[in-house]
């Protein structure tokens, strides 16, 4: 049975860093997506990674600040955000796209989900 766990989020100021990692139990050639959703808004795309790494999608708000990343040897995708924002506060879920060989930030495609990873960004 597949299994998505995040790892990694906590508290950070502006414009620190965090690492979250997304392990996924089983086989992990999947393309795998990073979601959020802030309190009474709706969830939204991140970033996704194709299952071998070659196709990768970012959100506006998010490029050139985070970088995602895969260790299939692992069964791991990390996703790195740097220069962290207030508006980045959220939980943060990793997703399972039964595709393997493309990827798109849009939840309706992805059809496993992990608990989630709170993430937030104050001073």
């Known amino acids: 049975q597949l299994q998505l766990v995040e790892s990694g989020g906590g508290l950070v100021q502006p414009g620190g860093s965090l690492r979250l990692s997304c392990a996924v139990s089983?086989?992990?050639?999947?393309?795998i997506g990073w979601f959020r959703q802030a309190p009474g808004k709706d969830r939204e795309g991140v970033s996704c990674i194709s299952a071998s790494g070659g196709t990768i999608a970012y959100a506006d708000s998010v490029k050139g600040r985070f970088t995602i990343a895969r260790d299939n040897a692992k069964n791991t995708v990390f996703l790195q955000m740097n220069n962290l924002k207030p508006e980045d506060t959220a939980i943060y879920y990793c997703?399972?796209?039964?595709?393997?060989?493309?990827?798109?930030?849009?939840?309706?495609?992805?059809?496993?989900w992990g608990q989630g990873t709170q993430v937030t960004v104050s001073s």
């Open positions: 997703a399972r796209d039964s595709r393997a060989a493309f990827c798109a930030i849009s939840p309706s495609l992805y059809d496993s």
């Open positions: 089983g086989s992990n050639y999947y393309a």
